[in-house]
């Protein structure tokens, strides 16, 4: 089940000219392509039928590295987007810490 967006707080998002991750965006990707080609190795690992543990074990794998992006991207977020809309203040500051708890909430439950 998914949380409700916050479509006033995501619409706005999507306005800003600039997001908290572009000056890593080429590190980011790197490590996305990275974890694809984990996943088609899992892919190959079932085709082939290698053994269950060893299967397991990469994606245990492809999980941490997904989680360190994910975490990445958070801080990003935190340090850019909500510290930016918490120095504005108002109601765009509420609806960022609000998003940015939810975002929390989801990976914790991950």
Do not use: F, P, W
């Given at each position: 089940m998914t949380e409700p967006v916050d479509e006033q707080a995501h619409d706005h998002a999507q306005d800003h000219?600039?997001?908290?991750?572009?000056?890593d965006k080429k590190a980011y990707l790197a490590?996305?392509?990275r974890i694809e080609g984990?996943?088609?190795?899992?892919?190959?690992?079932?085709?082939?039928?290698?053994?269950?543990?060893?299967i397991l074990t990469q994606?245990?794998?492809?999980?941490?590295?997904?989680?360190?992006?994910?975490?990445?991207?958070l801080d990003d977020h935190l340090t850019h987007c909500v510290v930016d809309a918490a120095a504005a203040g108002g109601p765009e500051a509420?609806?960022?810490?609000?998003?940015?708890?939810?975002?929390?909430?989801?990976?914790?439950?991950s």
């Open positions: 000219a600039q997001h908290g991750y572009i000056g490590r996305l392509k984990q996943a088609r190795g899992l892919q190959r690992m079932v085709e082939d039928e290698k053994y269950c543990i060893d994606i245990s794998a492809m999980t941490k590295a997904l989680e360190s992006v994910a975490l990445g991207l509420d609806a960022k810490i609000k998003e940015a708890s939810a975002a929390i909430a989801r990976l914790v439950r």
